[in-house]
């Protein structure tokens, strides 16, 4: 039960990742570098595209394939696990963003609440290609993934995993596509409604104003931790108003003047709110 | 009277749970409890009053439990305290079956392997202790002063993570606020958002 610390599971699996490599080299030969295996993960560095266009955007992804039953963690990891982090080592003149998380799932174990993503997903990365990229040359980008994968017990992994991609004007789209376009759909869009935030005694309600408002919602996600408690919100429509009646967090201390939510609907399609808040809380918490 | 002691607790769990009110709160006194230890005793808090005491939740099998274990960070802690006075009791809230539960030679064995020195090491298999603190994570750190009053709950420090290289930027909340206790000072953070394992009760 015990399970070895850190990069262990890693350095055991090097056969796995061999064995990996080679199994992938015979499906393709660019756009992705050697999975690395791990008992409850198989992480990759993957491109949407087969090259690297100088002067553009260049989507690369970290593909996790859980085991059945096991998760990663998404930005807000909820009350426990945590974020899936990336440190990025580029050639000269190449610039990382953030992850483009997509909309998380919720996970109930027992008590405890996490959100994060099962199955197969991928956390989209952009990366801008300098404009003076020489073209026929190849461009070496590595980056250190460290992860949390849980089931009911959780296992920390950290692994550096690289990707050549030769830079051209012209490029096709790889096989991971599909998976690119599923995370760009998966994708909270930004939402065109205000929102408020209020603090209502032991509660934080959001209002959502506006047309067209999703008809159908389902759950709302807190970007910011400690704001919110991580049950699952009441959502109702009140007078025209869409109304997320959160659980105040046993951390809280004070709303953030923007606290950002993302809000889905039973469509899988999710929005990312900015809920600004007017209130100032009435005394400050005193154990702070 | 089992079922109406197991009511009781169901309904101090889902009180806890839903953050409305909680049993153990900053500035009130502390829950009081009994509870086995690795070696043979019963340890009661209240035999404690006069002393401060750190409660710390304990999973040897968890990652994060493990980062603070291994590299030394809480047996270090534990050591301090112990030689200031302080009582320091961990506590393993871990159901029969799940990841970390121990008997009392796992407990003196994993005391051992770490050169780990809590006063004493505490069974919960039934997690009613837990639940009765609201501990949700592992570690979890409580601090109750000499008067039993509780004047710290939350993580044992700031950098959520499972990798030893972290805790040299991390405050450590618990010699923190041992330090203010002793200087008769107000507990700077007296609260924090635990993180690790979520702790293995049973169903």
């Known amino acids: ?288 | 009277m089992s079922l109406r002691i197991s009511i009781l607790v169901a309904i101090v769990a889902t009180v806890v749970n839903s953050g409305a009110f909680a049993a153990a709160a900053i500035g009130s006194a502390a829950p009081d409890f009994s509870l086995p230890d690795a070696s043979g005793k019963t340890q009661t808090l209240s035999q404690y009053k006069g002393k401060t005491v750190v409660l710390e939740w304990n999973n040897p099998g968890c990652p994060f439990v493990q980062k603070h274990y291994s590299s030394g960070n809480i047996p270090k802690q534990q050591v301090d305290a112990t030689a200031a006075g302080v009582v320091w009791l961990t506590i393993n809230s871990g159901a029969t079956g799940k990841q970390g539960h121990l008997d009392t030679q796992g407990a003196q064995a994993f005391i051992a392997q770490y050169h780990a020195a809590p006063s004493a090491y505490l069974f919960d298999g039934d997690g009613k202790v837990g639940h009765l603190y609201g501990a949700k994570t592992t570690p979890h750190m409580y601090i109750i002063d000499a008067s039993g009053t509780l004047r710290y709950m939350g993580g044992i420090d700031s950098i959520p993570s499972t990798d030893k290289d972290d805790l040299a930027k991390a405050t450590q909340y618990v010699p923190q606020a041992l330090a203010e206790l002793k200087a008769g000072k107000p507990v700077s953070i007296a609260t924090s958002e635990p993180y690790g394992c979520g702790v293995k009760y049973g169903p």
Not at chain 1, 44 to 71: D, F, I, M, N, Y
């Open chain 1, 1 to 288: 039960m015990c399970k070895p610390f850190a990069v262990l599971p890693v350095v055991l699996h090097v056969m796995r990742i061999f064995a990996a490599a080679f199994a992938s080299l015979l499906i393709v030969s660019v756009a992705h570098a050697a999975a690395v295996v791990d008992e409850h993960l198989e992480i990759e560095l993957v491109s949407a595209r087969s090259a690297l266009a100088p002067g553009q955007t260049a989507w690369l992804g970290l593909r996790l394939k859980h085991a059945p039953q096991w998760h990663t963690y998404w930005i807000n990891p909820g009350d426990s696990g945590l974020p899936t982090k990336l440190a990025w080592t580029l050639p000269a003149g190449y610039t990382a963003g953030d992850i483009a998380w997509p909309a998380p799932k919720r996970f109930d174990l027992g008590e405890l609440t996490n959100f994060g993503y099962d199955g197969e997903a991928l956390l989209p990365v952009p990366v801008n290609v300098p404009a003076d990229a020489a073209i026929a040359t190849r461009a070496h980008l590595a980056v250190e993934a460290k992860w949390l994968v849980c089931h009911e017990e959780c296992i920390p992994g950290k692994a550096t995993l690289t990707l050549d991609l030769p830079v051209a004007q012209t490029a096709a789209d790889t096989p991971y596509r599909q998976l690119f376009a599923h995370a760009r759909a998966s994708q909270p869009q930004p939402a065109p409604w205000p929102a408020q935030a209020r603090l209502a005694g032991d509660r934080i309600e959001i209002a959502v104003r506006g047309t067209n408002l999703p008809a159908a919602p389902r759950d709302g996600f807190a970007v910011q931790t400690r704001v919110v408690a991580n049950a699952p919100p009441h959502i109702e429509m009140r007078h025209s108003e869409l109304l997320l009646t959160f659980a105040k967090s046993d951390y809280f201390t004070a709303l953030p003047k923007q606290f950002d939510l993302v809000l889905l609907d039973r469509n899988a399609r999710s929005w990312l709110l900015h809920a600004d808040s007017t209130e100032q809380p009435t005394a400050p918490n005193p154990h702070r």
